[in-house]
């Protein structure tokens, strides 16, 4: 049975007004947001094509026949003063840009979401008289620090993601493989409400958890084995992020048993110091000390952690070259790990919210290794 929980509204409609001055900043009159994402942060509009022009008085969401209702409806219901332009073709989409941006000196491209096809054809044919500004962060700024809507979502993603971890754990000493249990875990994320999967679950055992980032494969999972499972849900488009690392029974070898003792460790350590001020690297640093000091500093080959919200992995960053500073509202991940290719690998990691004085753990599954 699907829960049913109240959540905060975000504040969307608020979200243009500090724009804005940003785009003054960087002496822009209009910014053409492209990246949907982007698009759906500032008016609450969901759908898989769209165009943004943001001017200093006017707002455009130009998109096709498809979303003719679909974004009146969102954008109404976001409380976004914005006019909604249907064009059936890229061509007649990019016509109505042209006549909104009329007048306007410098137009904003996002940088990072631009293609070099696109930025050629903005510049000679839709904003042929401004001259293009590569503009980046503009609004992924914005994004970091999340509002008390935001924080809801992304606490009732990690819910899910806990009680659907609960739901299949006892799966894993029945002889299933890898794939069977990452797809009882996406089945049971969207049973218990979720939109989807935060990205593609990950269930690595023995050998393979040696590997990050290993995808699922048809090898059974064996007593004594090292199981990474690495997975989240989705929650109106916010994300959850959780790893555990557990074993079927006892480990086969002793030195599982004393990684996961390190890592666990390590992760304490790093968690007990996010809060508001501290710099991403100063997180990693911390927990890559209790995994040195344990001799495995070379096996723990990936940053500390990342932003998380209607992307997986955004700003801010926790990893030995961020010069992020972590401020209240900003959620992060905290997930160090160790990698031996003889023996396997363990990582764990918790989804957080920065508080001015520490911060709050939205990722609450148990860290015992034992099944």
Known sequence: MVQSVRMTEPDVAGRLARLRPR?????????????????????????SAGLLLVLPDDVVLTTDGRYRAQAAEQLAAAGVDARVEVRPTVGGQHALLTAAAGG???VGLEADAVTWAQQRRFASDVFADAELVPTEGLVEELRRVKDAGEIDRIAEAARIAD??????????????????????????????GADGSSFETIVASGPNGAKPHARPTD?????????VIDFGAVVDGYCSDMTRTLCVGEPSEDVA????????ESQREGVAAVKAGVRGRDVDET????????????????????????????????????????????????????YLAEHGGVRIEDTVVVTDDGCIVLTN???ELLV
């Not at 785009?23 to 759908?47: I, K, Q, S």
């Not at 006892?170 to 969207?190: C, F, H, I, K, Q």
């Not at 090898?219 to 199981?227: D, K, N, S």
């Open 219 to 227: 090898r059974r999972i064996g007593p004594g084995e090292l199981v």
């Open 23 to 47: 785009m003054a900043d960087v002496g822009c009159g209009a910014l053409l947001v492209t990246h949907l994402v982007n698009v759906r942060y500032l008016t609450g509009f969901t759908g």
């Open 257 to 264: 048993l004393r990684m996961a003792a390190v890592v666990k």
């Open 287 to 338: 927990c890559r000390a209790v995994i040195a000091d344990a001799g495995w500093g070379e096996a723990f080959i990936h940053g500390t952690g990342h932003g998380v919200g209607l992307e997986i992995h955004e700003a801010p960053r926790v990893a030995s070259t961020s010069d992020d500073v972590l401020v209240a509202g900003h959620v992060v991940t905290v997930e160090p790990g160790v």
């Open 163 to 192: 009680d659907a971890l609960a739901g299949v754990r006892p799966l894993l000493g029945s002889g299933v493989t890898e794939r069977e249990v990452a797809l009882g875990l996406d089945y049971e994320m969207r049973r218990l």
């Open 104 to 106: 306007v000196a410098r």
């Open 365 to 367: 599954a148990p860290k």
